[in-house]
């Protein structure tokens, strides 16, 4: 079972299918930065037209039995997530409304300070904020999956210790590997792994040991040595994958329309664009690189299997639903 | 089984538990009457809240299942409409997401001319427009039933026709019996029936032979008549019931945004507000006077059984669904 828990492509027949060759049976997609409600409805709405176009290819993802319906049909379920809480505005009514219409992940904070927590981008973390501390307690209610990917340490700590469900960082690597602004230090990911939560490893240059030029060794054996200080089962993969997107994209990421001046994000004036992956890992027909270099590593066939798949199915199956 | 299909009341526990009382199994309860997309997520919003705070008495109602979930556990099963398609704007891919948050009824048209027809007051009816023929189609896909119950003769026709799944006339009466501007000809009711569409029997008094001095006979008689007609098994109840509401509330539902002058709809400057109800049907708890009167009309018991409940049951089995 392979599982992707981030992807924002530039959606296409030609990538849905590429999931298939990868043998990819579950990804989870991003439907928003910036967008407020109403255009992220704009967003579930474009998906529909995809399952609806693309029924042999694609299926729409609610909970972890979708990913068996899936296997079973030769599909890839798609989960929908946000990178930002910007689609529930400034009402907590929109939680259940969102979860609703199929959103599992929501990340508290893309980079800089929200309503509800503080970016990994702003000088200060001052931790969940009021509105915060009401909201994970509803998105623990419905079922929609707290994500700290892009928020602050002490953000990301409070959150994980409030949360009465695992929260996930679904996609960055361990700081200790790369220094990375957006990589999690250790007292993080233990935070998060200790509470039940997942870590979902990134292969976006920027967040990677030598940027494009990381080895696969050298990614993997990063994996195997979290895997002995955080927990196999903890870990899983969040590709970030941000295949066939123009780079005024990557723009819409950074800057959304918060700034009128440019903010570079991870990169610099001199290399503004997305950045280039990695030769191992071009697009989801590369999965079996990252898998057989697992099993390299000397982790276990079980082990692997988890990280691969396994481990986001199970915390899928325990926390996509409403509570009790 | 009872189930009412349309009450617009100004909810509160005292009219839940009232819907206990007269065991009502489910209603349909109409959410929107002029609000755009984003105001009717606020009332979706709202019985959630509802749905929260009662669990004991109502629930949210998807699928003719929830109404026998709603009848084992002593609750009341809660089914959403509108009465104009304000809700999806001008956004054909709103239909999807509607039904996706437990939409299962949408009026084309409330009185006035809309997006996708026209209304029973305009002095002209163009039948089905070019994005109205549209959206029936998706409404077909999806599951979202057609109802006609305020629209003209000639668009409610050609709904019946054009719709590939049965549509509704959820509150009304024969205009044979009572000839106001709401109630339905003969030709209408014929082509929603023969096309295995429901007719539900209004309450309200401004549909009633002599209004609020209607006698509980002369509402049976007629229903048993409109029977012997067009076949019981397409005939149910859906009330109109608007307890507990202030007039301001029928002066938005006659007026909302479209106009700065007033419009009495049904009523008239003498008499503005909201009509007083028969005395044999004040609330959810007078269910068994109408039951018992269409008993003593000669109806047969499984006639009446269907006509207080499983009529709308099988209807909401057969098109709640997505086709397919």
């Not at 505005?89 to 309503?115: C, K, P, W």
Request: hydrophobic residues 35%; proline residues 4%; contains cysteine.
């Amino acid at each position: 079972m392979r599982i992707d828990n981030l992807q924002y492509a530039n959606w296409s027949e030609k990538i849905f299918r590429q999931l298939r060759e990868g043998g990819v049976d579950a990804i989870h997609v991003t439907i928003a930065y910036h967008e407020n409600f109403r255009e992220t409805v704009l967003n579930f709405e474009k998906w529909n037209r995809w399952f609806e176009q693309y029924p042999d290819l694609i299926m729409k993802g609610q909970g972890a039995s979708d990913i068996d319906v899936a296997r079973e049909t030769g599909r890839t379920a798609v989960f929908f997530g946000f990178q930002n809480p910007s689609p529930i505005e400034d009402d907590i009514g929109l939680v259940e409304i969102v979860h609703t219409l199929g959103a599992r992940f929501m990340q508290l904070t893309y980079n800089n300070q929200s309503l509800l927590a503080t970016g990994c981008y702003e000088a200060e973390d001052m931790g969940i904020t009021r509105m915060g501390k009401q909201v994970i307690k509803e998105m623990n209610r419905v079922g929609l999956v707290v994500d700290m990917s892009h928020s602050g340490d002490r953000s990301t700590i409070e959150a994980a210790d409030l949360s009465e469900r695992p929260i996930a960082i679904t996609h960055a690597n361990p700081h200790s590997w790369s220094p990375a602004l957006r990589n999690k230090k250790d007292d993080v990911i233990r935070a998060v792994t200790q509470n039940g939560g997942m870590l979902g490893f990134s292969v976006y240059p920027h967040h990677l040991k030598d940027k494009g030029d990381c080895t696969l060794e050298s990614f993997c054996e990063m994996i195997a040595r979290t895997a002995e200080q955080f927990g196999a089962e903890h870990l899983g993969i969040g590709t970030d994958l941000c295949q066939d997107q123009p780079d005024s994209i990557v723009e819409w990421m950074r800057v959304g329309r918060w700034t009128k001046e440019i903010d570079y994000g991870e990169g610099s004036a001199s290399a503004p664009g997305f950045p280039d992956m990695p030769h191992w890992f071009r697009d989801n027909r590369d999965f079996g690189n990252i898998e057989n270099g697992l099993l390299a590593t000397g982790l276990s066939e079980d082990e692997v299997a988890g990280i691969m798949g396994r481990n986001w199915y199970n915390f899928y199956a325990e926390n996509f639903s409403p509570r009790g």
